[in-house]
């Protein structure tokens, strides 16, 4: 389990490390937590990718977002859960494009 706040080459990374045939799973979430716009992604999204979405540096981890990678999707929901203190077990929402 891996959590980037303001660690963009972390982050580009663990994205690195986890291409298709090794797969992870990262929850994009506001630093505030806000739960309404927090969503689950495989780590190959083009959403939150820095190789496919092309943001210049920073604009993954060191602005309003920050991240929660893992292996498995269990591991990382069980975190992102804890860390907004939720108990709703549809949370958080999985990304439309990708779908987790």
Request: hydrophobic share 25%.
């Amino acid at each position: 389990m891996h959590n980037f706040v303001k660690d963009e080459s972390g982050y580009t990374k663990w994205i690195k490390e986890h291409p298709a045939d090794k797969m992870g799973y990262v929850v994009n979430s506001p630093r505030s937590l806000n739960q309404k716009n927090t969503y689950l992604h495989r780590s190959t999204c083009m959403t939150i990718s820095p190789d496919k979405k092309g943001y210049k540096n920073g604009g993954y981890t060191e602005r309003q977002y920050i991240k929660f990678c893992a292996e498995t999707v269990e591991e990382v929901v069980r975190e992102i859960q804890r860390a907004t203190a939720s108990k709703d077990e549809t949370f958080p929402p999985k990304c439309r494009i990708c779908a987790p």
